[in-house]
Protein backbone atom coordinates (compact mmCIF):
# COMPACT_ATOMS: atom_id res chain seq x y z
CA UNK A 1 0.00 0.00 0.00
CA UNK A 2 0.91 3.35 -1.16
CA UNK A 3 1.26 5.87 1.55
CA UNK A 4 -1.27 6.16 4.90
CA UNK A 5 -4.47 5.69 3.35
CA UNK A 6 -7.18 7.32 5.06
CA UNK A 7 -9.52 4.89 6.88
CA UNK A 8 -12.50 4.40 5.98
CA UNK A 9 -14.77 2.64 8.73
CA UNK A 10 -17.25 0.02 7.20
CA UNK A 11 -19.95 0.99 9.75
CA UNK A 12 -22.52 3.37 9.26
CA UNK A 13 -21.85 6.69 10.60
CA UNK A 14 -25.66 6.44 12.26
CA UNK A 15 -25.01 3.00 14.20
CA UNK A 16 -21.60 4.75 15.83
CA UNK A 17 -21.62 6.55 19.28
CA UNK A 18 -19.12 9.20 20.04
CA UNK A 19 -19.10 8.58 23.87
CA UNK A 20 -20.51 4.99 24.39
CA UNK A 21 -19.91 5.30 27.61
CA UNK A 22 -23.34 7.32 27.65
CA UNK A 23 -25.79 4.74 26.10
CA UNK A 24 -28.72 3.45 28.23
CA UNK A 25 -27.24 0.45 27.32
CA UNK A 26 -24.29 -2.14 27.06
CA UNK A 27 -22.02 -1.22 23.73
CA UNK A 28 -20.23 -4.28 24.61
CA UNK A 29 -19.87 -7.98 24.02
CA UNK A 30 -18.80 -8.00 28.00
CA UNK A 31 -21.34 -5.09 29.29
CA UNK A 32 -23.62 -5.41 31.75
CA UNK A 33 -26.24 -6.50 30.92
CA UNK A 34 -29.97 -3.83 31.17
CA UNK A 35 -33.04 -5.09 30.48
CA UNK A 36 -36.31 -2.95 30.12
CA UNK A 37 -38.70 -2.60 33.30
CA UNK A 38 -41.79 -3.62 32.70
CA UNK A 39 -43.49 -0.86 33.95
CA UNK A 40 -47.00 -3.07 34.47
CA UNK A 41 -45.00 -6.07 36.55
CA UNK A 42 -43.66 -3.51 38.72
CA UNK A 43 -46.81 -1.45 39.76
CA UNK A 44 -48.95 -5.22 40.21
CA UNK A 45 -45.99 -6.03 42.42
CA UNK A 46 -45.92 -2.84 44.38
CA UNK A 47 -49.93 -3.07 44.94
CA UNK A 48 -49.79 -6.88 45.64
CA UNK A 49 -47.34 -5.51 48.35
CA UNK A 50 -49.46 -2.97 49.68
CA UNK A 51 -52.58 -4.74 50.23
CA UNK A 52 -49.94 -7.57 51.80
CA UNK A 53 -48.85 -5.37 54.70
CA UNK A 54 -52.63 -3.58 54.71
CA UNK A 55 -53.90 -6.77 55.27
CA UNK A 56 -51.35 -7.62 58.21
CA UNK A 57 -52.25 -4.13 59.85
CA UNK A 58 -55.47 -4.52 59.55
CA UNK A 59 -55.21 -8.18 61.33
CA UNK A 60 -52.99 -6.65 64.20
CA UNK A 61 -55.72 -4.03 64.54
CA UNK A 62 -58.45 -6.72 64.76
CA UNK A 63 -56.34 -8.76 67.41
CA UNK A 64 -55.81 -5.46 69.61
CA UNK A 65 -59.95 -4.79 68.92
CA UNK A 66 -60.91 -8.91 70.39
CA UNK A 67 -58.43 -8.38 73.29
CA UNK A 68 -59.37 -4.96 73.93
CA UNK A 69 -62.89 -6.26 73.93
CA UNK A 70 -62.38 -9.24 75.95
CA UNK A 71 -61.01 -7.11 78.66
CA UNK A 72 -63.89 -4.92 78.90
CA UNK A 73 -66.36 -7.79 79.03
CA UNK A 74 -63.86 -9.26 82.22
CA UNK A 75 -64.08 -5.74 83.61
CA UNK A 76 -67.98 -6.11 83.08
CA UNK A 77 -68.16 -9.01 84.41
CA UNK A 78 -65.90 -7.84 87.85
CA UNK A 79 -68.25 -5.03 88.42
CA UNK A 80 -71.39 -7.56 88.52
CA UNK A 81 -69.96 -9.80 90.82
CA UNK A 82 -68.48 -6.99 92.62
CA UNK A 83 -72.07 -5.59 92.95
CA UNK A 84 -73.27 -9.08 94.01
CA UNK A 85 -70.59 -9.51 96.66
CA UNK A 86 -71.22 -6.04 98.39
CA UNK A 87 -74.94 -6.72 98.83
CA UNK A 88 -74.27 -10.17 100.06
CA UNK A 89 -73.94 -11.03 103.84
CA UNK A 90 -70.27 -10.37 105.27
CA UNK A 91 -68.95 -10.82 108.88
CA UNK A 92 -65.46 -9.79 108.52
CA UNK A 93 -63.36 -6.94 106.73
CA UNK A 94 -62.24 -8.31 103.49
CA UNK A 95 -58.45 -8.04 102.97
CA UNK A 96 -56.77 -6.82 99.43
CA UNK A 97 -55.19 -9.39 97.84
CA UNK A 98 -56.98 -12.32 99.78
CA UNK A 99 -59.49 -15.17 99.16
CA UNK A 100 -62.86 -15.92 99.85
CA UNK A 101 -65.81 -17.85 98.67
CA UNK A 102 -68.97 -16.85 97.63
CA UNK A 103 -71.72 -18.95 98.59
CA UNK A 104 -75.72 -18.70 98.32
CA UNK A 105 -78.23 -19.96 100.91
CA UNK A 106 -81.09 -21.51 100.26
CA UNK A 107 -83.48 -18.23 100.61
CA UNK A 108 -81.57 -16.79 97.12
CA UNK A 109 -79.17 -14.55 99.32
CA UNK A 110 -75.51 -14.46 98.87
CA UNK A 111 -72.99 -15.32 101.73
CA UNK A 112 -69.07 -14.14 101.83
CA UNK A 113 -67.02 -16.47 103.85
CA UNK A 114 -63.16 -17.41 104.19
CA UNK A 115 -64.05 -20.81 104.64
CA UNK A 116 -63.57 -22.87 101.19
CA UNK A 117 -66.02 -25.71 99.84
CA UNK A 118 -63.86 -28.38 100.63
CA UNK A 119 -63.42 -27.12 104.60
CA UNK A 120 -67.07 -27.12 105.64
CA UNK A 121 -67.31 -31.34 105.51
CA UNK A 122 -70.52 -32.99 105.53
CA UNK A 123 -73.12 -30.58 106.55
CA UNK A 124 -72.54 -27.76 103.53
CA UNK A 125 -76.18 -26.10 103.02
CA UNK A 126 -75.02 -23.98 100.91
CA UNK A 127 -74.57 -23.63 97.62
CA UNK A 128 -71.00 -22.48 96.06
CA UNK A 129 -70.60 -19.64 93.63
CA UNK A 130 -67.16 -18.51 93.42
CA UNK A 131 -64.02 -18.56 94.80
CA UNK A 132 -62.90 -14.65 94.55
CA UNK A 133 -60.09 -12.15 95.46
CA UNK A 134 -60.64 -8.29 96.58
CA UNK A 135 -58.68 -6.47 94.04
CA UNK A 136 -57.17 -2.76 94.63
CA UNK A 137 -59.23 -1.12 92.72
CA UNK A 138 -62.12 -2.68 95.48
CA UNK A 139 -63.52 -5.29 92.68
CA UNK A 140 -63.72 -9.21 93.05
CA UNK A 141 -62.05 -11.29 90.15
CA UNK A 142 -63.28 -14.47 90.14
CA UNK A 143 -60.56 -16.91 90.75
CA UNK A 144 -62.66 -20.42 89.92
CA UNK A 145 -66.24 -21.02 89.76
CA UNK A 146 -68.91 -23.65 88.62
CA UNK A 147 -69.33 -24.08 84.92
CA UNK A 148 -72.76 -23.32 85.57
CA UNK A 149 -72.11 -19.77 87.29
CA UNK A 150 -74.42 -17.00 86.80
CA UNK A 151 -75.22 -14.19 89.27
Known amino acids: MSKK?????????????ENPHLLPYAHTVGG???????????????????Y??????????????NLLAT????????????????QAEMN?????GKTYHLYQRENGKYLVSMVAPSEWGRK?????????KLLADHTWDILDKP????I
Open 5 to 17: EAFVNPIDKDKIA
Open 32 to 50: AVIKPIDKGKMKGLAVSAM
Open 52 to 65: EQSEMQLDQIREQI
Open 71 to 86: QAQQIKDRVEVSESIY
Open 92 to 96: FKPLI
Open 124 to 132: NVLDFKATV
Open 147 to 150: ENFE
